[in-house]
Nanobody
Framework: QVQLVESGGGLVQAGGSLRLSCVAS????????MAWYRQFPGKQRERVASITSAGSTNYADSLKGRFTISRDNAKNTVYLQMNSLKPEDTAVYYC????????????WGQGTQVTVSS
């Protein structure tokens, strides 16, 4: 049973910072790309940032410079450091990972709420 568990969400004032974490657990042989997505009410999920197993990163253009994705392969963990947060960053943030078990599949975390007050 593979699980992705996020943590670190919460309420923060505009201009503040939060660091999200996502740990992958269970039976798998390798984690390929890991990513963070976010979803606004009534909208589709959108990709925030992704990082390959080698550490190559990719960001949504609008978030470059404020958000930083990183990972610790030894801990099967991906992080999202969010700085200079704005009220429009308020959303549910989801972790995503491509994992290799008996096949290569796609897993999602349960989501963590980030609320930025003005």
């Amino acid at each position: 049973q593979v699980q992705l568990v996020e943590s670190g969400g919460g309420l923060v004032q505009a201009g503040g910072s939060l660091r999200l974490s996502c740990v992958a657990s269970g039976s798998f042989s390798r984690i390929n790309t890991m990513a963070w997505y976010r979803q606004f009410p009534g909208k589709q999920r959108e990709r925030v940032a992704s990082i390959t197993s080698a550490g190559s990163t990719n960001y949504a253009d609008s978030l470059k410079g404020r958000f930083t994705i990183s990972r610790d392969n030894a801990k099967n963990t991906v992080y999202l450091q969010m700085n200079s947060l704005k009220p429009e960053d308020t959303a549910v943030y989801y972790c995503h990972a491509e994992l290799v078990t008996s096949y290569t599949g796609s897993w999602w975390g349960q989501g963590t709420q980030v609320t930025v007050s003005s």
